[in-house]
């Protein structure tokens, strides 16, 4: 009896020393194809939002640190860009690069469904508007609806005034990416409440305080502004007057900048003899 249990047990410990190997390398093949699954999404998601290449209609296959890439683009410079950039992913060690350039490409039709880099991008519009809407004296972004479709900007809400909703209008549409904006924004029937008054109350006052706050919202008022070229412009704040200073292109942006400048909560005035053109 004592033998026969003993053979069992044997017979076990081999069957189990056996199936171990086996087992370790079914969870590395699982934890492999996860692997190549992340890589190829992040590629792909990359494309997805490129501008060049969104339209594009490339497929991309990860194996082992592989990434093959068919399809088609309509010039070489996009076939080297989808090459880079699964190059640049984490892990990806080479790239089979069978995409066919053909000049005469066209994407196909799309359909009323956006793209997910059309969404990512209305998303980033319809942010990019809320945000100097929210800073602006005369907009309060958080009673203003924005809706981005494809590039097209729609105002709902109410504004105090036709100034408010005029300035509303013109900082949508000197968003990046913006298409056309309908400005559906009603006048005079926003009543404000005993706290937006003394919200405004408080951020007229401009302290000393404020402004690195102030410079920041200026500073990011550019950044979302196409027609301004923010990175050249330097932005100083001080008791809330804000100083600009930086060469421009023309006196159109000059005067956009100053415009921006001016309508961001708590500044009391604009100093703009730094800025150049």
Known sequence: MYMQCRNYLLAAAIALTMAAPVGAMAAEAVSQNVTDARQEA???????????????????????????????VAEDVNKELAREIAMGVTGIREVDNRIIVQSDYSPPESNSTRGYGDVIDDANIT????????????????????????????????AD???????????????????????????????????????????????????????TKVKSTFLYSSNVAGSNITVNTSKGVVTLSGKLSSGAERALAVELAQNVRGVKG???????F
């Open 127 to 158: 942010t990019s508007i809320k945000s100097k809407l929210l800073w602006s004296r005369h907009a309060d972004g958080l009673a203003t609806s924005v809706v981005t479709e494809r590039g097209k900007v729609t105002l709902r809400g109410d």
């Open 270 to 276: 604009v100093k703009s003899k730094g800025l150049t």
């Open 42 to 72: 992040q590629i792909w998601t990359t494309y997805a939002l490129s501008p060049y290449l969104r339209a594009s209609t490339i497929n991309v296959a990860v194996q082992d640190g592989k990434a093959t890439l068919t399809g088609y």
């Open 161 to 215: 005034n036709m100034t408010a909703k005029n300035l509303a209008g013109r900082l949508a549409v000197n968003t990046p990416g913006v298409v056309s904006v309908d400005n559906q924004l009603v006048v005079g029937n926003a009543k404000p409440t005993a706290v937006d008054v003394a919200k405004d109350t408080a951020a007229e006052a401009g302290s000393d305080i404020a402004d690195s706050w102030i410079t």
